[in-house]
């Protein structure tokens, strides 16, 4: 499967920031105080001061802030197409609108299925509006994309409009590779 395992007992930010400064700690430690051998404390300093730069270089990026995913999967035939919307890690309801030639279907819900995906014409995702999550986060991502036989994602062309206020703000994915950002 292309979704990463839930990890909410261990997304406390305070437990992982305490697990990399032990690590980052672990390394300086050794270049500082336990190697005797100046190759191998350069090594070290070298290493933790790498690792600290990397770090505060994500973070003006924005990668540790919090974001809103939708996923829209297409199953291989025979597994069924889904949707996925979660919020700074954690599932987050909204309000679904599939359409299709025939009628539509309205859910509202955090994930379910997307009955006849191939005949599927528009899908709509609304934020609750007092939905907690999807109030803090400033990023949506959206991914739209097939799962083939083998377990490999395959991204399908989408356009996305998303509504902030009154100006809509469009994106169109050009290539099947793309993944649809707002920020």
């Not at 400033?138 to 062309?157: D, G, I, M, N």
């Amino acid at each position: 499967m292309c979704r990463p395992p839930p990890i909410a007992s261990s997304a406390n930010p305070v437990l992982l920031g305490s697990i990399y400064l032990l690590f980052v700690a672990g390394v300086l430690l050794h270049g500082l105080v336990i190697w005797d051998d100046p190759f191998k404390r350069g090594a070290a300093l070298l290493a933790g001061v790498a690792m600290v730069a990397m770090t505060l270089t994500m973070a003006r990026r924005g990668a540790f802030a919090p974001r809103t995913n939708l996923e829209l999967r297409d199953g291989d035939g025979e597994g069924a197409a889904a949707f996925a919307v979660t919020a700074a890690g954690r599932p987050a309801k909204a309000d679904v609108l599939l359409e299709y030639p025939d009628g539509e279907r309205r859910l509202g819900a955090a994930r379910g299925e997307v009955p006849s995906f191939r005949s599927l014409r528009r899908a709509s995702f609304a934020a609750r509006p007092h939905g907690e999550e999807i109030a803090v986060t400033r990023e949506l991502k959206v991914w739209v994309h097939r799962v083939s036989p083998e377990q490999e994602s395959q991204a399908l062309p989408a356009q996305l409009e998303v509504h902030l206020g009154t100006k809509p703000v469009t994106s169109t994915s050009s290539s099947p590779a793309d993944r649809l950002c707002c920020r």
